[in-house]
């Protein structure tokens, strides 16, 4: 079967392209390069030995968008990635983000209403429920006003999907991530943040590796056990085997709605200290760390219910988070040896 998906060359794309291979998926990747480069499908080659093919365009074209559907009408299924998703650039730069994260969702609905091309995954976030009422969170609990502009474009997205299939033959799934972290255990492929990384295991990493000095914490009076905010931080290549999962549950009409829903979380939450922890007790080394105030817009604690992911997908988060600092501090220390 063959499988667009956009944002190809990112973190979670790239490791899902490397789990639809595995599956024998064919995959075609549409990436505009603003957050990765193109070697990466060259490092998807050296892991399944199939180099994915990559056209080099925004999504946010209209007529580049709707050429690319009507030369490849024969895609069974979409994964979509791509968007920008830093929460802090999004409150200083919103149109930016809701002119790349919705536009490009609106091209490719239409291209794929134009082209009767049925199936799309949509990469969603746990953002949306913001500080959930209830723990676990459920994929049933409030939706919240959103924290930032990215936070909306992932609500309003969910939205534009929704009213689309209401009014179409169109299917989609929308997973909403927990915290991904951790690398493909080859550490041949990872998270590349450009710059200063705004997430927590990018800059553990970072900063042991001599990078950065020193990673702030940020806050210890959160009413948690050790003060430090919870979040529940899920092994990427668990996350790409969860979007083989459902593409191919749309593709083989097994789907209980023309919309569905799932929370892709583990259903442990752990805090910012015992991040660290495990960071230091998978590596044997001591990261330089200090408290300071907390940052603005960061919720307190959240983890996931994913019992019905778990019984109606068949799909269950498998590595702990040990195995999930360790492969993050593979893939940094490979990054660093290939210099
Ligand atoms: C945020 C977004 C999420 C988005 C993700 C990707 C929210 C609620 N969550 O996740 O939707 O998909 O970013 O960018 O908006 N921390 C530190 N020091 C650091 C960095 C982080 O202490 O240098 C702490 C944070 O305060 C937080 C935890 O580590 O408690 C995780 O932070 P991070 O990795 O940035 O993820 P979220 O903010 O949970």
Redesign the pocket.
């Given at each position: 079967m063959k499988i667009l998906v956009t944002g190809g060359t990112g973190f979670i794309g790239s490791h899902t392209v490397v789990e639809l291979q595995a599956k024998k998926h064919d995959v075609i990747i549409v990436d505009n390069l603003s957050n990765s480069s193109a070697d990466i499908v060259d490092k998807i080659a050296l892991i399944s030995g199939i180099k994915p093919e990559l056209e080099v365009f925004d999504l946010t074209d209209k007529d580049l968008t709707s050429d690319f559907f009507k030369r490849h009408n024969d895609i069974s299924g979409i994964i979509h990635f791509a968007a920008f998703?830093?929460?802090g650039e999004s409150v200083q730069k919103p149109l930016l983000y809701y002119r790349n994260n919705l536009e490009s969702l609106v091209n490719i609905l239409q291209g794929m209403k134009d082209n009767n091309i049925k199936n799309i995954v949509f990469s969603s976030?746990?953002?949306v429920y913001?500080q959930p009422d209830e723990l676990p969170v459920s994929e049933n609990a409030p939706i919240k006003l959103a924290?930032?502009p990215?936070?909306n474009t992932?609500q309003i997205s969910e939205e534009i999907i929704k009213d689309t299939v209401k009014a179409t033959d169109i299917n989609a799934v929308a997973l909403r991530?927990f915290?991904?972290?951790g690398a493909h255990k080859s550490a041949i492929i990872g998270e590349l943040p450009i710059g200063v990384?705004?997430?927590?295991?990018p800059?553990i990493t970072q900063t042991a590796i001599g990078i950065r000095e020193c990673?702030?914490?940020?806050?210890d009076t959160y009413e948690t056990p050790d003060g430090?905010?919870?979040?529940d931080y899920i092994h990427v290549v668990d996350l790409a085997e969860a979007h083989v999962i459902a593409v191919d549950r749309m593709i083989n009409n097994k789907m209980k709605n023309n919309y569905e829903v799932f929370n892709l979380g583990t259903g442990n939450g752990y805090s910012?200290l015992e991040?660290i922890n495990s960071f230091e007790k998978v590596t044997g080394l001591k990261l330089n760390y200090k408290i300071v105030d907390?940052?603005e817009?960061?919720?307190t604690q959240?983890w996931a219910n994913p019992d019905y992911s778990n019984n109606e997908l068949g799909w269950k988060a498998k590595k702990g988070i040990d195995e999930m600092t360790l492969s993050a501090w593979k893939w940094e220390q490979a990054l660093a040896n290939n210099k």
């Open positions: 998703k830093a929460v976030s746990c953002t913001g924290e930032s990215y936070g992932k991530y915290n991904p972290i990384p705004n997430n927590l295991v800059f990673l702030s914490v940020f806050g430090t905010a919870i979040r910012v991040v907390r940052r817009g960061d919720i959240v």
